[in-house]
């Protein structure tokens, strides 16, 4: 029988003799470009920049980079037409895990301004909370390009304490690819030996169904 470990160290020589002519090959390339070629690439990557910057003003203008309360049930239609990434959480005033959630959604909003992030207390959304069957506060609703991504329920996915960090609230949403993230969506942040700990996690699309109940969240009922 082969040895484990030879086999894994066999696959790792050629993953690397893989990246390496990959590198050899770009490295290549680039040494090949004239200036013609050059300036192309500049010319590029400027109009990236310009587009990218039209993009951040557009957001801006439409209140990205500042967490705000939508007063009524067809702002949040309309934020979810203006805006292609919204982050939307329901909420009520005397329910203490809902403040915990505003506290870090002010700190993420002017982090990602990339995303809308608002909330929208459910006695004044009584139409929207039952058509979304939200049943456990806080929720947060995942909205892309006009469509329900996905629920945040309760803090079950956070940890299951009250203490959690903004850092792990950021990975849970960018799981629903609503926000810009550069870190391992398989690895639960701040756990484990290595400062993570990884998780068999599934991205998923929500069109329907009631949210479960949690015995770590309020209920709304």
Not at 77 to 98: A, G, I, P
Not at 117 to 146: H, Q, S, Y
Not at 153 to 165: I, M, Q
């Amino acid at each position: 029988m082969a040895n484990p470990n030879a086999v894994v160290e066999q696959q790792l020589v050629a993953a690397t003799q893989i990246i390496e002519r990959q590198l050899d090959a770009e490295i290549e390339r680039l040494d090949n470009l004239d200036a013609e070629d050059l300036d192309a690439i500049r010319r590029d990557r400027l109009a990236a920049m310009k587009k990218r910057q039209q993009k951040k003003q557009d957001w801006i203008a439409n209140g990205h980079g500042e967490y705000t309360e939508l007063t009524e049930e067809k702002e949040f239609f309309e934020t979810t037409k203006k805006s292609e990434n919204v982050v939307c959480h329901f909420y009520r005033d005397q329910f203490m895990r809902c403040k915990i959630v505003d506290k870090h959604l002010n700190i993420l909003a002017k982090k990602h301004i990339e995303t809308k992030f608002c909330k929208i207390n459910v006695e004044k959304a009584p139409f929207l909370t039952e058509r979304l069957k939200i049943r456990v506060l806080p929720t947060l609703c995942l909205v892309k390009d006009g469509k329900t991504k996905d629920y945040v329920v309760g803090f079950t996915d956070l940890g299951n304490k009250d203490e959690f960090t903004t850092e792990v609230l950021e990975w849970r949403i960018a799981r629903a690819d609503v926000i810009e993230y550069s870190g391992d969506l398989m690895t639960f942040p701040g756990t484990g030996p290595s400062g993570g700990q990884r998780m068999n996690v599934q991205k998923k699309t929500i069109r329907g169904g009631r949210r479960g109940d949690s015995d770590d969240s309020d209920d709304s009922d």
